[in-house]
């Protein structure tokens, strides 16, 4: 089973609004998501809350399909408490790409998007605190890329900080 | 240390208003765990803070990434440890959605009490510490008291009594033992009168009123706009519960309520997870007095392989919105595993909760977001 297209009011405004910034509108296993060119997001998900009452920001996330040239999935997800309704904002970007933060939108944004640089090195452009949050600061690398092992570790940060000599 | 330096302090500088940095935790009782907040204070007003955590982060996204389907399963349980039912019926949910499969009804049935059972324990140990932190001494020995009762149910059960692995994608590994009824329904016979003392204890006491009203504010508005969820938004006036919204496991066969309050202060967030707690043991009488035969495990391949797609399911834990985002490639392994936590979610209005009031405030406001450092660190 692949994805469907989604009809629906929301989708079709949405088409309206932003014509080809939008790739993809569809729906799977009963879920709505549309995909969009990366600086398209933040004025959807403006639209979204300021237009179609998408008043709350579950989520961002990346996922990271190594072997593509726009390696990153940037995935937001928002709820409308009005509409009872969940749709998710998709956009591909390359390695290096800055998105424009959404903090300006939601201030959920904030720690989200440290989290998705924390483990992706995905910088977001005009984020107000733009550190780490889950590893320590000064570590080396992002863990949840898939090019980053599950035994790897910051062998330097290791031994200069647990005092753990082989660095593992 | 502040009175150390204050005795080092010549006097002219005692009078000057400067910001005083102070650092609370990682190692403090009423962190709940590993939090570490950075105050700045000016005398006994806070004007900010910052939350530094990660202590207890373990990559728990990235070994699901390394380990198969059913594999992770146990995973989750560590992360909010102290509902971890719960947090297991979310990813197996999100793992059946992507299967396209459903528990059989009797498996529902008794997922539903389980979790219901563990939302208690969890509000259970939410209360006691809270209580502990503002100073009340008692309650937390009650509270423990009865979450023993609900412990010994799961360990019946499972065999685990915290980290219980209850439920398996696509239904139950086990079948219920032969007095699970009987033991049930005399927890919910014994437990809403144990509810009426924690209440008889706190509710009307003035000092508890006193520490709690009117302190660590969040609106309605605030709340959305820093997506916080749980019995903090219904503490706040929104009538918003996953359970009765979107319901899943067979929620919509349940009468029950959703609390809400109207100030969004910690007094209010304590009414609305007592009552959360009666609301409880009223789903759970329901549920057990209608347990179906049948199986307890839908059809599902021995080696779970999801085809390729994404899915974002969510479920109403005590502490709010827990939400899965899986990622299937088609492969024996997930491809990503995201785990929405409400804690962390939350813990970010910290912040705005506290800033402009007093210091020993702070305590109280960490109380009542009931967080779990091991589901903020993952």
Avoid at chain 2, 86 to 92: I, V
Avoid at chain 2, 104 to 120: G, K, S
Avoid at chain 2, 186 to 197: G, L, N, Q, R
Wanted: proline fraction near 5%.
């Amino acid at each position: 089973m692949a994805a469907t297209p989604w009809e629906g009011d929301l989708a079709r405004e949405l088409k309206e609004r932003f014509g080809d910034q939008i790739g993809e509108t569809s729906t799977y296993l009963g879920q709505n998501f549309i995909v969009a060119n990366p600086e398209a997001v933040v004025p959807i998900l403006e639209y979204l809350k300021l237009e179609a009452d998408f008043d709350y920001l579950v989520d961002i996330t990346a996922v990271d399909w190594l072997k593509r040239p726009e390696r990153f999935d940037l995935v937001y997800i928002v709820y409308s408490f009005h509409r009872n309704e969940r749709v998710r904002v998709k956009t591909h970007i390359s390695d290096g790409y800055k998105p424009e933060t959404a903090v300006g939108v939601h201030l959920t944004a904030n720690w989200l998007e440290r989290e998705v640089f924390d483990m992706f090195g995905i910088e977001f452009a005009g984020h107000p605190d733009m550190r780490r949050i889950l590893m320590p600061e000064e570590w080396q690398g992002h863990p949840l890329r898939k090019d980053y092992s599950i035994i790897q570790q910051d062998q330097c940060w290791v031994q200069e900080n647990l005092g753990i000599e082989s660095g593992q | 240390m502040k009175a150390a330096s204050d005795a080092n302090m010549p006097d002219a500088t005692f009078l000057d208003s400067t910001e005083l940095v102070l650092n609370m935790g990682p190692q403090h009782p009423s962190t709940h765990g590993v939090l570490r907040v950075i105050l700045k204070l000016d005398g006994e007003k806070i004007l900010g803070t910052d939350c530094v955590i990660g202590y207890l982060h373990r990559g728990v996204e990235k070994i699901a990434e390394n380990r198969t389907w059913a594999q992770f399963n146990p995973y989750v349980d560590r992360m909010d440890y102290v509902a971890s039912v719960s947090n297991g019926l979310g990813y197996c949910l999100a793992v059946e959605k992507l299967l396209n499969v459903e528990a059989p009804p009797r498996a529902q049935v008794v997922r539903v009490i389980l979790t219901e059972l563990n939302r208690i324990a969890s509000h259970l140990v939410w209360l006691g510490t809270h209580a502990l932190d503002i100073g009340a001494i008692t309650p937390v020995f009650y509270c423990f008291r009865e979450r023993e009762e609900a412990l010994n149910i799961f360990e019946k059960y499972c065999g685990a009594r915290l980290t219980t692995h209850a439920f398996r994608i696509g239904g139950l590994q086990y079948e219920t033992y032969d007095t699970f009824e009987q033991d049930v329904k005399a927890f919910c016979d014994m437990f809403p009168p144990k509810v009426d003392e924690y209440e008889e204890l706190l509710t009307g006491n003035r000092i508890w009123k006193g520490r709690l009203t009117n302190v660590g504010v969040l609106t309605a508005d605030e709340c959305k706009e820093y997506g916080v969820t749980g019995p903090l938004l219904r503490a706040a006036g929104v009538k918003w519960d996953l359970r009765k919204a979107q319901p899943y496991s067979g929620y919509e066969k349940y009468d029950f309520e959703i609390p809400i309050r109207q100030n969004g202060d910690t007094f209010d967030r304590y009414i609305v997870r007592m009552q959360e707690m009666r609301q409880a043991v009223r789903i759970i009488r329901q549920a057990v007095e209608s347990i179906p035969e049948g199986p307890i495990m839908a059809k599902v391949p021995k080696v779970i392989k999801p085809p390729v797609g994404e899915a974002y399911v969510s479920i109403e834990a005590p502490k709010g919105e827990l939400g899965y985002y899986v990622v299937s490639d088609g492969g024996v392994q997930p491809y990503r595993v995201r785990v929405r936590p409400p804690s962390f979610v939350n813990l970010q209005a910290l912040d705005r909760m506290v800033r402009g009031g007093l210091v020993a405030d702070i305590v109280a406001v960490i109380g009542t977001l009931d967080i779990v450092l091991g589901e903020v660190d993952r």
